[in-house]
């Protein structure tokens, strides 16, 4: 089975701060995801990468950014986290495109 | 741009029904998703469906490709407690895109 694993359930930072979500995936997929859930308007992706070192953005990059030095790892930072920016988000791999992602158990981000 | 229309938004139910959904779109698709989130999680991958006219079951679950590309459904049966979720429709964008496009999910609520 496919693991993808996010570093936190819960998280709580302050306003201002610099803020990392970490994803690690085992199967070797060449794409992952950030995306952010809120209720009302579901799913939406911040970003993916289709490769190492390689990112594109999705519908929402604003106030983000990510990293990918290793193939099973994806990071998305926030760099100067903001109160609009508390939500649940969830990381996703794939092993190429038309393929079904496979979501982690999400981060649960509160901003104070 | 490419949305799906999922319906219905909520569903309660008496256990032991059965339920309908379905999702449904202005554009052709070559892939059809259907995944659950229970509350707390991240989605979990329930059936992918490749071809028009597909019908696949797993379990008490079964879902159809529609015929035209455009649509898709899924059937749960005899429901149980443990069915209580969000139920989401996606489907890859295609043309070499990495990307998703989700419906809004149906929460569906199964009363013992």
């Known amino acids: 089975d496919v693991k993808v694993t996010q570093s936190s359930r819960y998280l709580v930072k302050r306003t201002g701060e610099k803020v990392f979500l970490e994803c690690v995936q085992d199967?070797?997929?060449?794409?992952m995801f950030w995306y952010r859930q809120d209720p009302g308007l579901g799913l939406r992706l911040i970003y993916f990468?289709?490769?190492?070192?390689?990112?594109e953005k999705g519908d929402i990059p604003e106030g983000y950014s990510v990293s990918r030095e290793k193939k099973e790892r994806f990071s998305l930072i926030l760099e100067s986290a903001s109160t609009n920016q508390t939500s649940m988000y969830l990381c996703?791999?794939?092993?190429?495109?038309?393929?079904?992602?496979?979501f982690g158990d999400g981060t649960r981000l509160s901003i104070l | 741009g490419q949305q799906l229309n999922q319906s219905p938004q909520s569903m309660f139910i008496q256990e032991g029904e059965d339920v309908s959904m379905n999702c449904t779109s202005s554009?052709?698709?070559?892939?059809w998703l259907w995944y659950k989130q229970e509350p707390g999680e991240g989605p979990v991958l329930l059936i992918a469906?490749?071809?028009?006219?597909e019908l696949t079951s797993n379990g008490r679950l079964t879902a159809q490709f529609g015929i035209t590309r455009k649509d898709s459904f899924l059937n749960i049966s005899a429901s149980i407690p443990s069915d209580v979720g969000i139920y989401f429709c996606?489907?890859?964008?295609?043309?070499?895109?990495?990307?998703?496009?989700f419906g809004k999910g149906t929460k569906l609520t199964v009363n013992p």
């Open positions: 996703a791999s794939t092993w190429r495109y038309n393929q079904p992602q496979h």
């Open positions: 199967m070797d997929h060449e794409n």
């Open positions: 990468s289709y490769d190492v070192k390689m990112k």
């Open positions: 554009s052709i698709f070559n892939t």
């Open positions: 469906l490749y071809k028009a006219g």
């Open positions: 996606a489907a890859p964008l295609g043309g070499g895109s990495e990307k998703l496009v």
